[in-house]
């Protein structure tokens, strides 16, 4: 059994500023997952060096002007250089990780992924990890679109079945108000299908690929009465690897599917 990781784009870049890597983070996040001893597949968020470009062209929503092409060239561009500073810590971290843009595998359909995984379980079934990450792609429809670190990670966890998801965020899990303008915010530690509507769910920073609300409630689709997906925060030291190797640690666990 393996485990499904996203790194999200708040705990691996400054998602405030155009193309700023925390690369201190993200190495001692790679740690601790080799760390961990857990066979892994990780999906990585775009941060600032997706967002920024995408918002302001509204990538989003597919083709409208040619005027949105070189944007297009540019987030690609960027997602990649991104991906390959991920990947050098990865390796430095003496894990066996390969990239697989998402594009290469897959497209969009209005909005839907669809493709092969052939070639992800083929890396798997070698002892390789997939490293995957939200990229501008082509779609059936629109002719292009965001395919968003959330949306591939809930197609990988239907086609693995991992024992556990994880998101790894810049906060200590869903909070009844926005912990970063709220300082009386409160953990809620454990998240159902009902308990999901009561939250209040504003984002302090725009996210073009629907926000938290949208996160939690992917995460609940992935989630099952056998699997938890947790959400956790990898700005503290060692939580993340404690988190995979079984031990309690705040965060937020979504629970039992939906109902």
Known sequence: ??????????????????????????????????????????????????????????????????????????????????NNMIMDELIDAGLNVISVPTGSCFELDNGKMV???DVLKGYVDLGIMPVMFGDVVLDRQRRFGICSGDKIMEF????????????????????????????????????????????ATDMAVADVTGGVRAKMESMLRMSS??????????????RLQSLLSGEDVICTRVKGGIR
Request: proline share 3%.
């Open 156 to 199: 990988l966890a239907s086609v693995f079945s991992p024992e556990m998801v994880v998101f790894v965020s810049d906060v200590d899990g869903l909070y009844d108000r926005d912990p970063k303008t709220d300082k009386n915010a409160i953990l809620i530690e454990t998240v159902s299908d009902v308990s999901l509507r009561a939250a």
């Open 225 to 238: 009465p056998e699997r938890d997906c947790v959400l956790v925060n990898g700005s503290v030291k060692g």
């Open 1 to 82: 059994m393996m485990i499904l990781i996203k790194l999200g784009g708040s705990v691996i870049t400054d998602k405030s500023k155009y193309r700023v890597f925390n690369r201190r983070r993200v190495s001692r996040l790679c740690e601790e997952i080799k760390g961990s001893g857990k066979d892994v597949i990780i999906v990585h968020g775009a941060g600032s060096f997706g967002h920024v470009v995408a918002k302001q062209f509204c990538l989003q929503d597919g083709y409208v002007s040619d005027d949105q092409i070189p944007a297009v060239v540019k987030v690609s561009h960027d997602m990649r250089d991104l």
């Open 115 to 117: 493709g092969s995984t």
